[in-house]
């Protein structure tokens, strides 16, 4: 069984390097318990940095480490505390190649403990994550010594040549070895002999040319079968004594009860092979309970990763709904504000275009109509005349033509306002009513604009007429007060009043106070004087 190993190059410690190359291929019998110690000193360093790096580092070389040395529990144990981490780590490509290793070394402790169904499920994550062509062979070989297991021959076949047809895009010469011993071996098993033979025996030079031990070790173990199988005894005894010296040589305790197991096997003596066939007996059944303690230590943790997996899920939808309708709110919030913007802005624009229409009628009344009686007037005082009732009728429509151009003139704006409005107020009294004002000049009508302003005059303007026209009063009060950021203006007379019923020219008035984004009521009774209340 192989692992996939990462890539330690990122740490830039020398230290590490060269502890993670002897950990994964020891060639002395003192290289596993070296680099065990050096971990485990790393590891309790690494935690007290809280170096989330440095501690996956560590996790999986004491994963491969304890198995290594046979110590299961502790290797899945540290492989599940890596894993844990990840799960709760953002991906990056390192990462994905550090949960490829270590998926591959968990698959590899279940195949050992004979749970194959989670050992499989591993070895198809990886296969799902994996992108390049060495790390996808190693996985092959693993499933195929599955099926190698349960005498599924044809089943591993199919897998290593899958890893056989991707030998051209392989550099590494050890991952090639690994792939033609594995296919030759399951041909020997298939009883092929025109191809079991070549390819374990290149498999063995390519690895000789490496002096790669650990793997030396395997090529060795599967030659030793292969002629014990074909009753070359000699040759499988040669191989095996080959293969106890290799495993010896890098002190792993599961190579040498391997390679021992294969010596007892070539023995002559009974009770040596009896005792042999009750150990694996026994082995089988150690494993065996440790897979069921495993298979629910994993589905425990696989539980909590998914669990967690869907808490994110349920958190980002409902995150995702709550911008959704911030959104969604913001949207119709500021459709409302465009809304009333553009209706204040069109309300604005009529106003103007009214006031402007006002302007030119007042223009066109004065100049041509005004100018022109006014002109005949004099034409017959010139001509000396004597109709004097026709020259009286001219000056009354001389008279009201000045009224009404003065009635839709604009205001100037130049000035004060404050007395502008005085001057509203005294064209307005004459000896049949008073008109009187209050607090004008309190008001900062300066800070109004000249839009404010006009609109102002021309309520007022409106309210007189009114007034003059119909309340047969003797006098009317103008009053002008400031509430914080609003002004107040009320009007009020103590003419003859009437239900209320808003003429053309009261509805101009509301309008134009609307405009401003103002308010204003209007109370009045019969005999009781007309009153108005206007805030802005």
């Given at each position: 069984m192989q692992t996939l190993h990462f890539a330690y190059g990122q740490i830039k410690t020398d230290s590490l390097k060269y502890y993670s190359q002897i950990a994964l291929n020891p060639q002395s019998p003192n290289d596993l318990d070296k680099a065990f110690q050096f971990y485990t000193a790393h590891y309790s360093k690494a935690q007290k940095e809280n170096s989330k790096f440095l501690i996956l580092n560590d996790l999986?070389?004491?994963?491969?480490?304890?198995?290594?040395?046979?110590?299961?529990?502790?290797?899945?144990?540290?492989?599940?505390?890596?894993?844990?981490?990840?799960?709760?780590?953002?991906e990056s490509p390192y990462y994905t190649q550090l949960r490829k290793s270590v998926y591959t070394l968990l698959g590899i402790l279940y195949y050992e403990q004979r749970n194959n169904a989670k050992a499989l499920e591993l070895y198809d994550r990886v296969l799902e994550i994996t992108t390049n062509a060495r790390d996808s062979a190693i996985v092959y070989n693993n499933i195929s010594n599955i099926y190698k297991r349960d005498e599924d021959y044809e089943n591993a076949k199919t897998q290593l040549?899958?890893?056989?047809?991707?030998?051209?895009?392989?550099?590494?010469?050890?991952?090639?070895?690994?792939?033609?011993?594995?296919?030759?071996?399951?041909?020997?098993?298939?009883?092929?002999?025109?191809?079991?033979?070549?390819?374990?025996?290149?498999?063995?030079?390519l690895r000789d040319m490496a002096r790669d031990t650990l793997s030396l070790y395997t090529?060795?173990?599967?030659?030793?079968?292969?002629?014990?199988?074909?009753?070359r005894l000699d040759k499988a005894s040669h191989h095996a004594l080959k293969a106890q010296e290799f495993a010896t040589h890098i002190n792993s305790p599961?190579?040498?009860?391997?390679?021992?197991?294969?010596?007892?096997?070539?023995?002559?003596?009974?009770?040596?092979?009896?005792?042999?066939?009750?150990?694996?007996?026994?082995?089988?059944?150690?494993?065996?309970?440790?897979?069921?303690?495993?298979?629910?230590?994993?589905?425990?943790?696989?539980?909590?990763?998914?669990?967690?997996?869907?808490?994110?899920?349920?958190?980002?939808?409902?995150?995702?709904?709550?911008?959704?309708?911030?959104?969604?709110?913001?949207?119709?919030?500021?459709?409302?504000?465009?809304?009333?913007?553009?209706?204040?802005?069109?309300?604005?624009?009529?106003?103007?275009?009214?006031?402007?229409?006002?302007?030119?009628?007042?223009?066109?009344?004065?100049?041509?109509v005004a100018n022109d009686v006014f002109q005949f007037m004099t034409k017959l005082e010139s001509e000396a005349l004597s109709n004097e009732h026709l020259i009286d009728e001219l000056q009354d429509i001389y008279s009201k033509t000045r009224d009404i151009s003065k009635e839709y003139s604009f205001i100037e704006g130049e000035g004060i306002f404050a007395d502008t409005i005085k001057d509203l107020v005294l064209s307005f009294s004459d000896t049949s009513v008073r008109v009187l004002d209050k607090g004008r000049s309190d008001i900062a009508w300066e800070t109004f604009s000249k839009m404010k302003r006009t609109t102002v005059y021309k309520v007022l303007q409106e309210l007189l007429i009114n007034m003059k026209k119909h309340s047969q009063a003797s006098i009317a009060v103008l009053t002008f007060t400031k509430e914080g950021k609003k002004t107040i203006i009320t009007y009020s007379d103590n003419g003859v009043g009437s239900d209320l019923n808003k003429s053309n020219g009261l509805q101009n008035v509301e309008n134009r106070i609307e405009s401003l984004n103002g308010t204003i009521t209007f109370e009045t009774e019969p005999n009781k004087g007309f009153k108005t209340k206007i805030v802005i």
């Open positions: 999986y070389y004491l994963s491969s480490l304890n198995y290594k040395k046979g110590a299961y529990e502790a290797s899945e144990n540290h492989a599940l505390e890596a894993i844990k981490i990840l799960d709760n780590s953002s040549l899958k890893a056989y047809a991707i030998i051209p895009r392989i550099k590494d010469k050890l991952s090639i070895a690994r792939i033609k011993d594995n296919l030759g071996f399951i041909y020997s098993l298939l009883n092929n002999r025109e191809k079991d033979l070549p390819l374990m025996t290149s498999a063995l030079d090529s060795h173990s599967h030659l030793a079968h292969y002629f014990y199988d074909v009753d599961i190579y040498i009860h391997d390679a021992l197991g294969m010596l007892t096997m070539l023995s002559s003596d009974t009770y040596a092979k009896t005792y042999k066939k009750l150990n694996d007996s026994l082995t089988n059944a150690d494993k065996e309970r440790a897979s069921r303690d495993a298979f629910m230590k994993y589905d425990n943790a696989e539980f909590k990763r998914k669990a967690l997996e869907s808490q994110l899920k349920e958190e980002q939808q409902r995150t995702r709904s709550i911008i959704a309708s911030i959104v969604a709110a913001s949207i119709a919030l500021i459709a409302i504000l465009i809304y009333f913007i553009l209706k204040s802005k069109h309300k604005k624009e009529k106003l103007q275009q009214v006031y402007d229409a006002e302007s030119r009628i007042s223009k066109q009344i004065h100049d041509e």
